[in-house]
């Protein structure tokens, strides 16, 4: 059995080290790059939702070159049509004549599968715990990485030198194997980020992203949105990431903590992300952030089903609202005209309520 | 007299225009790009060269409009702006009580929400091309109309009949069923009008605050057919300022003489009748697979761009 699995921005560097500690044999997905989203859209029926078309993709080259099991996370109860990923990729992979099998879990049989890879991978609880522990520390790592970037990105003196330290970072990140190598590794390019030149007065406007999370974490589908935001001078948030989404549901009261946020907009759970996306809105608007951008796939219910609402805070809080919804046939040029005239509109905005 | 330029190359017209160190408009060119947006620039600053008199001298130039990168590139611009951004300021210049600006072009259609002379909100047709000037450009031709005469035509009509507007191929063929079913020339002409006005209501104009005033701009806005179904789908009155189909392009000017620092980087009238091109290579550095593209001028590389991580545009000049 060799597995692959779905591309998901840096992520992947972590979920690559996991099933290596399971004792998998893996083959890494192809990076999303435009042509991984040719090929996947190709395939996949043409209303499904965007990532899944992506991930196809991102299966084919490994496929190709030996992997015969695809490993996918299922969401059950509720959420989203995430939940029929598995079924719908095995179903398309087979009718295009790949013979592949999707390993599934779900938070239901996840226990009784993991047994089953200790048994036939000969792992011991000992080895497992390590692996979730080092996947955990690495995730968070990935995560400081990218905050560090967009800190940095807009207020560095010469431009590129924070991309040079995350891309650095990144590709010694493929190699670290022990907690050990991973915290010399932390405290290496901690060290590179404080040596990077600032402009420390530089008025610099904050901008949150908001919405689907694999298009909010993923630079491959969002063309690179944090660096391009950066490098137009602007501090990117996003609070939304894996950490986040694991988080939701420890300890269970957050759930209702969640919804007491955004009661006065929305009274129910809409499936995905969408309550989150209010919950951050109102987040950022508190926080006097200068804009907000929306990111979804093309056809997402949930976060389709938000924008309303999230138009009307946007009105109400007088905070500027974009929302961008991505797919195969999204053109970059077109997200770079409105990107651009959005930073405009909040510069403009911004001078005026400091003007007066 | 030191002038101003202002590019705006657009997917289907191109536009020029001067302005003078006190904001005046001096001269405006409108012409159609017919798919090669280098030509087209080349000839409209030879247009531009033979209208005006010997003594002005550009000091500054702003290019915006879908090919503004590539027209920065070859006319030498200041400053290169988003088209959003270039109409909220010609628009604001010269119309400032302004509130909502409805830009309908050759291919995209837009609206800007203005207070308070600031843009705070925006947006751009996003999938759909129906209601823009190629798509009337086509029925028009469809009908055997000369665009040009599609005005009269449509205010003609009395009863204009209902043209499914959801998307082109929709109100295509529900204009083609019209027709054979019977229904006069001018009030499908005046239908097809409402139709394109409500489509973009309800696409590009939702969830939109629309205030008066409400400007009218783009080559479209020369309909007037399109402005009396935007009048009656309103309700409100809709101007069409001066300058409307070359708002953008003042709009470029104006931000390129208010941003302008130094020297300009105009190449000068020379630029019409040299030998520019435009090739394209993959990168295959990384899987991101970048088409980067190349601009040639006399066989020298003057820039390259469209790359994702700066290898090849570092390059560049500054």
């Not at chain 1, 090929?39 to 996949?44: I, V, Y």
């Not at chain 1, 030996?66 to 087979?94: F, H, P």
């Not at chain 2, 009008?193 to 104009?205: D, I, K, S």
Request: charge should be positive; hydrophobic fraction near 40%.
């Amino acid at each position: 059995m060799k597995i692959t699995f779905a591309d998901w921005g840096n992520y992947t560097i972590a979920f690559g080290s996991l099933f290596q500690k399971l004792g998998f044999e893996f083959i890494f997905p192809e990076k999303t790059n435009p042509r991984v989203i040719e090929e996947g859209a190709k395939l996949s029926p043409e209303l499904f939702c965007f990532p899944l078309k992506v991930n196809i993709g991102n299966y084919l080259p490994a496929i190709k070159r030996g992997a015969d099991t695809i490993v996918m996370w299922e969401n059950i109860g509720g959420s989203c049509r995430m939940r029929y990923y598995w079924v719908i990729q095995e179903k398309v992979l087979r009718e295009a004549g790949f013979k592949v099998k999707v390993l599934n879990f779900n938070s239901q049989n996840l226990l009784s599968k993991i047994r089953e890879i200790q048994k036939s991978n000969q792992i011991s609880s000992w080895q497992l715990l390590g692996a979730v522990r080092f996947f955990f520390k690495e995730i968070n790592f990935i995560e400081k990485l990218e905050e560090k970037a967009q800190y940095f990105r807009p207020r560095e003196k010469e431009r590129g030198q924070a991309d040079q330290v995350l891309n650095e970072t990144l590709k010694k990140l493929t190699q670290t194997t022990n907690l050990k190598e991973l915290s010399e590794l932390k405290k290496e390019s901690w060290q590179k980020f404080s040596e990077i030149k600032i402009d420390g007065n530089k008025e610099v406007l904050k901008v949150g992203i908001i919405g689907e999370i694999y298009t909010v974490v993923d630079g491959g589908v969002n063309f690179d949105l944090d660096k391009k935001l950066g490098t137009m001078g602007l501090n990117v948030h996003r609070k939304l990431n894996l950490t986040q989404h694991l988080k939701g549901g420890f300890p269970p009261w957050n759930e209702w903590l969640l919804q007491r946020k955004v009661n006065s907009y929305l009274k129910t759970t809409v499936g995905g992300h969408g309550r989150q996306a209010i919950e951050e809105m109102l987040d950022y608007s508190k926080k006097g952030f200068d804009g907000v951008i929306h990111l979804l796939p093309f056809g997402c219910m949930p976060e389709i089903t938000v924008r309303p609402i999230l138009q009307k805070i946007s009105q109400e809080k007088e905070l500027p609202f974009l929302s961008i919804s991505l797919d195969e046939q999204t053109a970059e040029v077109g997200m770079q005209t409105r990107l651009e005239a959005f930073v405009d509109l909040m510069k403009s905005k911004q001078q005026l309520t400091a003007n007066s | 007299m030191k002038t101003y330029l202002g590019v705006d190359v657009g997917s289907v017209s191109t536009k020029l225009a001067l302005i003078d160190e006190k904001n005046n408009a001096l001269e405006s060119l409108y012409f159609r790009t017919e798919g090669d947006p280098i030509n087209a620039i080349q000839k409209g600053l030879r247009r531009l060269k033979e209208k005006i008199s010997k003594d002005i001298k550009i000091i500054g130039v702003g290019t915006t409009g879908s090919a503004r990168y590539l027209a920065g590139v070859v006319v030498g611009a200041d400053l290169v702006k988003n088209e959003i951004s270039a109409h909220a300021k010609g628009v604001n210049f010269f119309v400032p009580e302004v509130r909502t600006v409805i830009e309908i072009g050759g291919q995209d259609s837009k609206i800007i929400i203005l207070e308070n002379r600031v843009v705070v909100d925006f947006a751009m047709n996003l999938i759909c091309a129906a209601g823009t000037g190629s798509f009337l450009d086509a029925q028009a031709f469809r009908l055997g109309i000369p665009v040009e005469k599609f005005s009269q035509i449509a205010l003609k009509s009395k009863q204009p009949t209902i043209v499914g507007s959801r998307c082109t191929v929709f109100a295509e063929s529900d204009m083609i069923h019209k027709q054979q079913i019977g229904h006069s020339r001018e009030d499908i002409v005046a239908g097809l009008c409402h139709g394109l006005a409500r489509n973009f209501l309800a696409n590009v104009a939702k969830g939109k605050k629309i205030s008066s005033p409400i400007v009218f701009l783009g080559g479209v806005s020369e309909n007037l057919g399109m402005r009396k179904a935007f009048e009656n789908t309103l309700g409100e009155k809709v101007i069409v300022p001066k300058y409307n189909t070359v708002m953008g392009a003042l709009g470029a000017a104006l931000l390129a003489k208010e941003n302008i620092q130094g020297k300009t980087k105009f190449r000068g009238w020379e630029v019409s009748d040299q030998d520019i091109k435009c090739t394209s290579f993959q990168c295959k550095g990384c899987p991101n697979l970048c088409e980067v593209i190349e601009a040639h001028i006399d066989g020298k590389v003057v820039s390259r761009w469209n790359d994702r991580c700066g290898k090849y545009s570092s390059l560049n000049p500054q």
